[in-house]
């Protein structure tokens, strides 16, 4: 039985598998006591831990010391590479790379056909784009929702509003309409260009992860959601490792 682990800034996925069949998964937060509510499993259970994190070294530590007082297996945590299995990473120095922007297209890559992009709306916006080769073109990294109304929180705070998801694009009547139509039109803009890049780039597909996947999906991004995108593209490397 294998532990999966996407650990982001604030949020974490797991998911529990055997040969391939998902036993179980949930969401938890780093900072909480248990960061992976709902798993209840005997830890002589769990033969292995595979882990995807883009963490601070100070959280990613906190959770190797979780992890021993629920399991004695082995714990690899897996990052960005210049390349596998095809495809190509567009980075130079590769250990630069989020790990989850590197599994989610390994995880893309994998399933699809042909090019695409991946877009991962979390904490931040990562956008992606691969070519019919399995080349990473390159991408794109953006606040967040989440991280631009804290920034107009904290940086404005003459700016009053309470915060809204609306996917209202027109102008708004009234600060808080102001802020909360502004971000959505400013999100819907992104959707906008990821369309115009699609045509340019000639990719085929997008596919669309992370927390806030639904809302781009409301603004128009025509994509496909596979929110365990990360941790599927982390089962394939994990099981490519072991089978060395």
């Not at 090019?115 to 967040?144: C, E, Q």
């Not at 992860?209 to 929110?227: E, I, K, V, W, Y």
Request: aromatic share 6%; glycine share 12%; net charge negative.
């Amino acid at each position: 039985m294998r532990l999966l682990i996407d650990a982001g800034n604030s949020l974490l996925k797991w998911r529990l598998d055997r040969a391939g069949h998902i036993l179980g998964r949930g969401l938890g937060r780093l900072d909480d006591a248990d960061p992976l509510p709902g798993l209840s499993v005997d830890a002589r259970d769990i033969t292995g831990v595979a882990v995807s994190t883009v963490a601070s070294e100070e959280k990613r530590l906190k959770l190797i010391e979780y992890l021993a007082t629920r399991t004695a297996a082995p714990v690899r945590f897996y990052w960005a590479e210049s390349r596998r299995g095809g495809l190509v990473n567009a980075y130079a120095d590769y250990h630069r790379m989020g790990a989850d922007r590197w599994h989610a297209m390994y995880g893309a890559w994998h399933s699809m056909s042909g090019s695409f992009a991946v877009v991962d709306a979390g904490s931040a916006v990562t956008v992606d784009y691969v070519d019919h080769s399995g080349n990473h073109v390159g991408g794109f990294i953006l606040p967040g929702l989440h991280m631009m109304l804290r920034s107009l929180k904290t940086d404005a705070a003459r700016i009053g509003f309470d915060p809204d998801q609306v996917l209202d694009t027109g102008p708004g009547r009234s600060t808080g309409e102001c802020v909360n139509h502004g971000l959505a039109w400013l999100s819907a803009s992104m959707v906008d260009r990821i369309h115009k890049d699609a045509g340019t780039y000639g990719l085929n597909d997008i596919v669309v992860t992370g927390g806030d996947a639904d809302r781009l999906l409301g603004l128009g991004l025509s994509a496909t959601n596979r929110p365990q995108l990360v941790l599927e593209g982390l089962e394939l490397i994990d099981n490519e490792d072991r089978a060395e």
